[in-house]
């Protein structure tokens, strides 16, 4: 076999926590066509002259109060990820971003540079489900990236993960721990994404959000349909943990406009839990394997505020896999799958 690269790809973060930075960041992540996915010049204004004007300075603050000493944790936390692969895999491991820094460019061209002798970049996206916001803009990014570059070396790229053995065990046993307290519930806070991109990534054109009760009724669009791979991610973690059908939910955070998102929404749950009698809360964000500003501030700070201001008393999250060993280990484990 000739020589393997390794790249992890994650959603990435602003250079520093400016309104210039926040600015500059937010208009690469919102102009994306896989993010709003409206005709460019819509885009263009509502991007440049509604949205990114007002969101930056706010987002601004949310940063600093998540930063740190070493920058931010998302950025951090995958560099240290990356090296903890690397002892484990003994192959070389980069990082890339879909946004800011550092990019696909420049890490491709650092693998050209330093191993001339690669034959093989295996892109690793740190999205566990298909998304066309998520998994799919990063990997074709990463793709166009390697066909406008004179490399010598092939990219082949790691299928969403969601259901995967390795990666149900690490993060059923991340939230373990946690199950030593009582809990009124748990929930499970997913990435939320607008409705229309089920249907626009349906290959079958007919099946999501189309027929009765379609996340359970077998079709290949499955295979890319956000919904049914965040719901079988849910329900594979619960049966293994011994959670019962009741004792949990799924829900979903960060919307952006008024387009109609994936419900239920985190942010009503919190603010209804408390008035159903649930008053002790533990909430898990698996779409996240790297905390960053949308679990250590969206839900830890204002989703905590919200619940407790509803009449909630306790309220915990558990942090994402981060650089849990486990998680090292399905990482180890997926690149022997895709390359067997």
């Not at 210039?20 to 896989?34: A, I, K, N, S, T």
């Not at 990236?145 to 053995?165: A, C, R, T, W």
């Amino acid at each position: 076999m000739g020589k393997k690269i390794l790249l992890l790809g994650n959603l990435g973060s602003p250079n520093t926590p400016t309104t210039e930075d926040v600015r500059r960041y937010l208009d690469e992540f919102l102009m994306d066509e896989r993010v709003i996915d409206i005709p460019f010049l819509l885009r263009y204004i509502l991007v440049k002259g509604i949205i990114v004007p007002f969101r930056a300075p706010k987002s601004a603050k949310k940063y600093k109060t998540i930063w740190t000493k070493a920058g931010s944790p998302l950025i951090t936390i995958t560099n240290q990820l990356a090296a903890l692969v690397q002892e484990k895999t003994s192959m070389p491991v980069y990082v890339c971003m879909r946004y800011a820094n550092p990019t696909p460019k420049f890490s491709l061209d650092a693998i050209q540079r330093e191993h001339p002798d690669a034959e093989e970049v295996i892109f690793l996206p740190l999205y566990p489900h298909y998304a066309m916001s998520s998994y799919e803009t990063a990997v074709e990014h990463v793709k166009a990236n390697h066909e406008q570059g004179s490399y010598s070396f092939k990219l082949s790229v790691i299928k969403p993960y969601y259901k995967d053995e390795k990666y149900i065990h690490a993060l059923a046993e991340s939230i373990r721990p946690f199950l030593k307290e009582k809990y009124d519930h748990i929930l499970f806070s997913y990435h939320g994404i607008p409705v229309r991109h089920l249907k626009k990534t349906d290959s079958t054109k007919k099946h999501c959000i189309t027929c009765d009760n379609c996340c359970n009724t077998a079709s290949e669009a499955h295979e890319v349909c956000y919904r049914h791979q965040v719901k079988v991610t849910t329900e594979l973690v619960a049966q293994k943990l011994g959670i019962k059908e009741n004792e949990f939910s799924l829900s979903f955070q960060s919307r952006l406009g008024s387009d109609k998102w994936l419900q239920p929404y985190t942010a009503e749950q919190l603010k209804q839990f408390p008035q159903k009698g649930i008053k002790n809360l533990l909430v898990v964000s698996p779409a996240f394997v790297s905390d960053c500003l949308e679990t250590l501030e969206e839900i830890h700070v204002e989703g905590k505020e919200e619940f407790e201001e509803s009449g909630g008393e306790h309220f915990v999250t558990v942090p994402c896999l981060n650089t849990d060993t486990l998680w090292i280990e399905a990482i180890d484990h997926l690149i022997k799958k895709h390359l067997s």
